[in-house]
């Protein structure tokens, strides 16, 4: 049933590659309801609601696959002592700093007692305008020096049988994906980046557990080895990806089960800027900056197939600032603009599996769009410059 008023957005510039069975660069998008009714050749849709973009690029709503919206990036220790609450409430404006900016889905992975399932639950019922949020909630992990640094944001877990019940109680919890640490992290200050810490039958009972239930699984992995654990397990997904192997290229490319997440912002933004951070973050980042370059160039030059995550959360002003990674894969990774704005869109919604509903404009489709004034696949500097978002049909105002 249609609704009562259809929206055109028209004389958009469209690119081949996100608007897949159109043939043309400028194109008429109808909007029916939440969905995308028809595209067009420009100037041929006369009725409903028009927008005229004036040639304006439009593209499908960019998704993140990795954020975090219970940390705003203030002081670690002093977060951990707000309220639940508190933590929603702030986590409603920072998604909606993030949907201002273009990004119409969110993958949350790891939060403090779950509090962002139910926030992504308050989403999908309506109850609040944001992205739409795919959420882990808590991280499971080994008992490992540093966890209580982010207070309750792990479940840890030792062993097959702790393993199968964390995963199980994230279920239960609403997760609808599982998260787990596989190697140290530059903001633990009683890890490496490098090291693994689970073992490859720990990983296992991880996927195992999860498969049964129809939950993917996504792995904190920089190091090579526990990137190979979890490509051997058939992770879904290895995040930050920082210290690839020909041999875990190699295996990644054999792989379609298993794609990687780099998260190329923190790392840069910790060793190259002047701002005050706690000292391992700084020392880890420097140690590691050249070799996450050299592993995402590597993975780009061997085309693999690479989603696109900032870590939105891990420092002050972060939510929000998400073009920093597009600019930073560009100039540090040599990718091209739009294979950059792919790995943002189209990459993103088959590596998360929701390509049946956003990742490209085609009919039938979630009407998640992004307008922006310039030629973002040139020039990706131009990304930033966002004059509107439409989410579910809706034009975004907040």
């Not at 997440?261 to 973050?281: G, L």
Request: hydrophobic letters at 40%.
């Amino acid at each position: 049933m249609r609704s009562a008023i259809i929206l055109v957005l028209q004389n958009a510039r469209v690119l081949g590659e996100l608007t897949p069975g159109f043939k043309g660069d400028f194109a008429d998008i109808v909007i029916d309801g939440d969905r995308i009714l028809d595209i067009l050749p420009a100037g041929s849709a006369v009725t409903g609601e028009i927008i005229n973009v004036n040639g304006k690029t439009v593209l499908p709503g960019f998704i993140d696959a990795h954020v975090h919206l219970d940390l705003s990036g203030m002081d670690t220790w002093q977060e951990n002592t707000q309220s639940d609450a508190f933590r929603v409430l702030r986590a409603v404006s920072l998604a909606q700093d993030n949907l201002k900016k273009g990004f119409t889905t969110l993958r949350d992975l790891g939060d403090r007692n779950n509090i962002i399932i139910d926030l992504s639950n308050a989403v999908r019922n309506g109850f609040v305008v944001a992205p739409d949020i795919l959420a882990s909630g808590m991280i499971i992990s080994p008992t490992e020096r540093g966890n209580n640094f982010f207070g309750n944001m792990y479940a840890e877990a030792d062993g097959k049988y702790e393993i199968v019940k964390a995963v199980r109680k994230q279920v239960q919890a609403g997760a609808t994906w599982i998260k787990y640490m596989g190697t140290g992290a530059i903001m633990n200050p009683g890890s490496e980046p490098g090291a693994s810490i689970y073992l490859q039958e720990e990983v296992n009972a991880i996927v195992q557990t999860a498969d049964m239930l129809s939950i993917p699984v996504v792995g904190h992995c920089h190091g090579a080895s526990g990137m190979i654990m979890a490509i051997n397990a058939g992770v879904r997904t290895i995040e930050h990806a920082t210290i690839l192997d020909q041999k875990t290229v190699d295996m990644l490319k054999a792989s379609t089960r298993t794609f990687i997440v780099p998260t190329v912002t923190p790392p840069t933004y910790w060793a190259t800027t002047e701002v005050e951070f706690p000292e391992h973050y700084i020392r880890k980042s420097k140690k590691i900056f050249d070799i996450m370059v050299n592993s995402i160039t590597m993975a780009y030059k061997n085309g693999l197939k690479i989603g696109f995550g900032t870590d939105a959360g891990v420092y002050d002003g972060s939510h929000g600032d998400n073009s920093y990674e597009f600019k930073s894969r560009c100039k540090y990774a040599g990718m091209k603009p739009l294979d950059v704005l792919v790995q943002a869109t189209k990459n993103n919604a088959e590596i998360l599996m929701i390509d049946n509903e956003v990742g490209t404009l085609e009919i039938g489709k979630k009407a998640n769009i992004v307008v922006i004034d310039g030629k973002p696949d040139e020039d990706i500097y131009k990304v930033d410059n966002v004059v509107l978002v439409i989410k579910g049909g809706k034009k975004v105002n907040i």
